[in-house]
């Protein structure tokens, strides 16, 4: 089976991230705290609230900030093009999962010579998060896939109808913001990723 990841959208109040997670997260594997706009503290607050609401600590990721993941005990931080290298925080934090954020071969290749865990990757379709950014498609996840040996999560306009193209392409993982975090029926709709992706198991 598949990972599923939730990404924050950063627009949201704490209140209503927390309760959309608390709502979805027995569906997902991971859940992100993608809030660049905010500092540590509030960040933490986040986390403290999450882990109130009943969200595991090894679900939650935390973008960027090492130091809350660590403080936190959470289960992995979210590499940025900015942020710290894979490398420097295996050296320091080994038990921490490290993902990172790649928009090219190039990139994901690095992130894997400096040990990270997975590499997030996209956008694979037309997504509004990313307006004016041509997506990269299928074939381009095809090619990441082949080429490097650690997991690639996909990300980027994924609905429910990609997902199997999306794992035939070789990706092991979706990672959604937008459908979860802004829809009518939040639960309703992890649900029905978590149904296609039960479905695409045989493509592994």
């Known amino acids: 089976m598949g990972e599923l990841h939730l990404i924050s959208t950063g627009k949201q109040s704490i209140d209503a991230l927390v309760h959309i997670s608390s709502l979805v997260h027995t569906y997902a594997h991971f859940i992100h ?5 905010r500092p540590a503290k509030e960040i933490g607050i986040i986390v403290e609230k999450l882990l109130q609401a ?11 900030r090492v130091d809350v993941a660590v403080v936190y005990g959470v289960g992995g931080v979210q590499l940025a093009h900015h942020s710290l290298s894979p ?8 038990f921490l999962r490290v993902g990172r954020s790649v928009h090219t071969f190039e990139e994901a290749k690095q992130a894997e010579e400096e040990g990270a865990d997975y590499v997030v990757f996209g956008n694979i379709y037309e997504t509004s998060c990313k307006e004016g950014m041509k997506p990269r498609g299928i074939p381009a996840l095809q090619q990441l896939t082949c080429r490097v040996h650690i997991p690639v999560i996909a990300i980027g306009g994924i609905q429910p109808a990609h997902v199997r193209d999306v794992f035939m392409a070789g990706a092991k993982g979706i990672a959604v913001m937008s459908t979860i975090f802004y829809g009518d029926d939040p639960l309703e709709m992890v649900r029905l990723y978590r149904k296609q992706m039960g479905e695409s198991t045989w493509t592994f």
């Open 54 to 64: 009943g969200v595991p600590a090894e679900k939650i990721v935390i973008n960027d």
């Open 33 to 37: 705290i993608r809030e660049k706009h």
């Open 87 to 94: 490398k420097r925080v295996k050296e320091r934090f080994p």
